[in-house]
């Protein structure tokens, strides 16, 4: 949620700001909202007033006097009138906090102009030595002697990762993940943690079922209710750790001098990821429930953008260390979430596919999602409570880093060779699909 303040006394800055997310919003409206909502409390703070000051006086006067009487017909009168202000008041100040929910975060200064996703910029590459006229990066030779097969046209894949068993159970997208399949995503998942925790990060376990607060805080709600899932008691299964994460320090102040908190955690995770149809979307690609390892920082608002390259450079050594292909991507403003102020994205190249599979996105929220969840710090230097900020990342999410994985590893005699790193937790060098 934006400051109220900044909304009011830098309404341009804040127009500039939607206009630069491309979003369609009445700002106009919601202005006149607050300037109702405002004068509003002014109105019934008067009222108050003058409805204390008149019992004061009535309290000095003997029962049953005419002025006695008269005073008793204008408090009935005043109180009236308070009760309708009040009414009005709360009804609009609920319509003032929807409104308030309904404004993006702003972008931050060096977020690029843009529309659409042709228009974020690559600003690193790593793993190999260009791009060629085609838009495919140029590998190094043994990589590119290898077999070239989408993952899911890889001979025996249905028999590691079933999707139509998956179907007939639950729905389409969400699979079964069968033997080496299951041990492969589980030894990537294995990794991530004992890697981010080697980088300062506190394993957590969280619930995967949060309440309508806990996903408004994070910015799911009022936006993304569509892409969640939603139980009869209105409980939403996680579409990423950072919900739960986040509140974690919901309604709470912070001590400063614990500034950055780092967390991480494991959790499987639910979206409903309407999309096109196609190769895009076809074997692990994009499905309605997968696994991820969250990255969350809570910082001081001096520190957030350096701390978001921390966190990038954390993503990024997990794809080094797993010798997968990557560029970092900078989101343009068209491009940009609802509650970001700034983005990258991780994308690893999937050599079978020829095509881009973003892993990773890693976000500063600046002050919008702790000012709508009440975390905050208390200054050593005013003693005030304070907004934190907030950040998170992808650390990884496992199917499309799995996918990249059979993709580039894919040999001659049809099994994927895994990375060195991966083997200690797999347990052997080599997956087959036998």
């Not at 983005?343 to 929220?365: P, T």
Request: glycine share 8%.
């Amino acid at each position: 949620m934006l400051d109220p303040k900044l909304l009011r006394e830098s309404s341009e800055l804040v127009r500039a700001g939607i206009a630069k997310k491309h979003l369609d919003i009445d700002l106009d409206a919601v202005l006149a909202l607050d300037a109702t909502w405002r004068g509003l409390v002014s109105e019934v703070e008067g009222l108050r007033a003058q409805q204390k000051a008149a019992n004061v006086a009535m309290a000095g006067l003997p029962k049953g006097t005419p002025e006695f009487l008269a005073k008793v017909q204008e408090m009935k009168a005043a109180s009236a009138t308070v009760k309708e202000r009040e009414t009005q008041l709360k009804e609009t100040e609920e319509q003032w906090r929807e409104a308030l929910l309904s404004l993006p975060n702003l972008p931050h200064a060096s977020v690029p102009e843009g529309r659409t996703p042709e228009e974020n910029q690559v600003v690193a590459t790593w793993g190999f030595e260009g791009i060629g006229p085609d838009g495919r990066p140029t590998l190094a030779p043994q990589n590119e002697e290898r077999p070239r097969l989408a993952h899911f046209d890889i001979p025996g894949f249905e028999r590691l990762f079933d999707f139509p068993r998956g179907a007939k159970v639950t729905g389409a997208g969400f699979p079964f993940f069968i033997g080496q399949g299951a041990r492969l995503a589980r030894a990537l998942i294995n990794f991530f943690l004992s890697e981010n925790a080697k980088a300062g990060y506190t394993e957590v376990s969280p619930p995967i079922l949060v309440n309508a607060a806990s996903a408004t805080a994070t910015g799911q709600l009022p936006d993304k209710e569509g892409q969640m899932y939603e139980t009869r008691e209105l409980l939403y299964a996680v579409p990423t750790a950072e919900v739960p994460l986040t509140n974690f320090y919901r309604d709470e102040i912070l001590d400063e001098a614990a500034l950055p908190l780092r967390r991480c955690a494991y959790t499987p995770c639910f979206r409903r990821e309407a999309g096109s149809y196609g190769r895009d979307v076809r074997g692990l690609n994009r499905v309605h429930q997968f696994d991820k390892v969250e990255l969350l920082k809570w910082v001081h608002p001096t520190r957030s953008y350096d701390e978001l390259e921390g966190l990038r450079g954390d993503a990024e050594s997990l794809l080094r260390k797993l010798e997968l292909p990557y560029r970092v991507l900078l989101m343009c403003g068209g491009d940009l979430g609802f509650a970001q102020a700034k983005k990258y994205d991780l994308e690893v190249w999937a050599a079978g596919q020829g095509r881009w599979l973003e892993v990773s996105s890693c976000s500063n929220f600046e002050g919008f999602q702790a000012r709508r969840a009440q975390i905050r710090y208390r200054s050593a230097e005013t003693g005030k409570p304070e907004v934190v900020h907030t950040l998170n990342g992808s650390g990884l999410a496992v199917p499309r880093v799995l996918a990249a994985l059979l993709e580039n590893n894919l040999q001659a005699d049809g099994r994927v060779k895994l990375p060195a790193a991966l083997v200690p937790y797999f347990g052997d060098e080599y997956l087959s699909f036998e």
